[in-house]
Nanobody, 123 residues
Framework: QVQAVSSGGGQVQPGGSLRLSCAAS????????GAWYRQAPGKERELVAS???????NYADSVKGRFVISNDKDRLTLNLEMSGLLPEDTALYYC?????????????????WGQGTQVTVSS
């Protein structure tokens, strides 16, 4: 019923910038919260940044001051603006969206993941 499609990854030099987007498609009624996670080779998946209607934004210490998470309500998209990128930011980035979609008899909650987008920071 609902899918999340992430985009915007790529390769940049240290100090560069990238913008990741996670768009929800389908009969989405609203997005209540979302987050970006990343997983580097040989490491566990870690939370990078999160947003919710109630709690606002939260960031991992390693990205504070460099990354900004935002929700585009009209486009049903969760964005992650990354600047001052470091080699240690290299990872596969995943988005997670939580909200509700319209079904025949009302609203149904969803909790979905994007397919992952690669970010490589290298000179």
């Amino acid at each position: 019923q609902v899918q999340a499609v992430s985009s915007g990854g790529g390769q940049v030099q240290p100090g560069g910038s990238l913008r990741l987007s996670c768009a929800a498609s389908g009969r989405v009624f609203s997005i209540k919260s979302g987050a970006w996670y990343r997983q580097a080779p040989g490491k566990e998946r870690e939370l990078v940044a999160s947003w919710s209607q109630v709690a606002g934004t939260n960031y991992a210490d390693s990205v504070k001051g460099r990354f900004v998470i935002s929700n585009d309500k009209d486009r049903l998209t969760l964005n992650l603006e990354m600047s001052g990128l470091l080699p240690e930011d290299t990872a596969l980035y995943y988005c997670n969206l939580k909200g509700s979609y319209q079904y025949t008899y009302g609203l149904v909650p969803f909790d979905i993941w994007g397919q992952g987008t690669q970010v490589t920071v290298s000179s």
